[in-house]
């Protein structure tokens, strides 16, 4: 029942401190999770892949995330330093159906604050859970490390429940992902991040 | 839950997120601050369900158990007698279980006086977020973190 009440409770933040003030109060929320979730260790990329497989990460608290493998991401020297990461759907599509479906339309709040996140600050959000996501996954990444190294995450393309796509045109860049590809996973994922070890040289970084 | 099969299951990560939404709420505004944003929440969301309407005391007691009413969208109620109802989980115990298990024990809200947060407490309006939502803007906007 909460997370339908939430729509409500934004539309009464909205109120009191407007689009940009419940924005940084969801970032905020994403900072403090996060420094609640403990540090984690991995050996090396395949330990990590095989932890988020069996849901044993931090990340693991958003639902089914499914690394893709096939998608690694090398430095200049040709090393692998990073992999794409995927959700089927996205964690806040059962609350919209939840919502409509107890209260008939989702609340206009929602669409105030992604388009506040997606003017002032990055162009990907499909819903306003996405402005805490992102908070929580860059700020989580930071506790984990794979072969020594902090983690960076970088949210690259999102679909909400409607169909609309979001691609981060500079998160793509960096970590050297065609757009094209993008476009190809949003057929079948609605949300796709990368992971990358901190201060890594990407090959092809633009 | 009656409602569970014809609503599908929430992301325990939204639920948790929201707790902690609130739980930040209550770090701004107080207990007193947040009751009054919940009892506000609760107006809201119930202003916003739709109406309904029954012929018979019956027909709405029926629509009661097989979770057609909006009063059993969240949670199974069971009649014990025509007026009685019961209702055998809180809607809210699988985000405390989620919270509990993937977050730990729950924060420590602290105690505000009414007016250190700059409005009444008790008139039944919540208080103003805007100025603490503004002087958090140079910790915790974007560009000031680094990558």
Not at chain 2, 46 to 74: D, R, V
Not at chain 2, 96 to 121: M, N
Request: proline share 3%; net charge neutral; with cysteine.
């Amino acid at each position: 029942m909460i997370d339908v009440a939430l729509a409500s409770l934004i539309e009464d933040m909205i109120e009191k401190a407007g689009a940009d003030g419940v924005v940084e109060f969801w970032q905020r929320v994403g900072d403090n999770l996060a420094s609640r979730m403990g540090k984690e260790a991995y050996l090396g990329w395949t330990s990590f892949n095989v932890a988020v497989r069996e849901a044993r990460t931090a990340f693991s608290i958003e639902g089914d995330v499914t690394p893709l493998t096939d998608m690694a991401i090398t430095d200049v020297d040709g090393d692998v330093v990073g992999y794409l990461y995927a959700m089927r759907q996205c964690c806040y599509v059962p609350t919209i159906f939840r919502t409509r479906f107890a209260v008939g339309r989702m609340s206009p709040a929602d669409k105030a604050v992604t388009d506040e996140y997606n003017e002032n600050v990055h162009n990907i959000a499909v819903c306003n859970f996405c402005v805490f996501h992102e908070r929580f996954r860059e700020e989580i990444a930071k506790n984990i490390s794979v072969s020594g190294n902090s983690l960076a995450c970088f949210l690259l393309a999102t679909r909400g429940w409607s169909g609309e796509t979001k691609i981060s045109s500079k998160n793509v860049a960096q970590v050297n992902i065609n757009e094209d590809h993008m476009r190809a996973l949003l057929r079948n994922y609605e949300c796709v991040y990368a992971l990358v070890m901190r201060g890594a040289r990407i090959k092809g970084e633009r | 839950m009656a409602s569970e099969s014809r609503m599908p299951e929430s992301n325990p990560f939204v639920e948790i997120a929201t707790h902690l939404f609130l739980e930040d709420i209550a770090t701004k505004v107080g207990i007193a601050g947040l009751n009054n944003y919940l009892v506000s929440l609760a107006k809201n969301l119930a202003g916003s369900m739709p109406k309904e309407e029954y012929t018979t005391w019956s027909e709405f007691l029926s629509a009661l158990s097989t979770g057609q009413s909006i009063l059993s969208t969240f949670e199974e109620v069971r009649p014990i007698t025509d007026h009685c109802m019961s209702t055998f989980h809180s809607p809210f115990e699988r985000g405390w279980r989620e919270y509990a298990k993937r977050v730990g024990a729950f924060a420590p809200v602290p105690i505000l006086r009414s007016s250190a947060v700059g409005g009444s407490t008790r008139s039944g309006s919540a208080p103003s977020l805007r100025s603490t939502a503004r002087s958090r803007n140079t910790t915790i906007t974007r560009s000031d973190r680094p990558l």
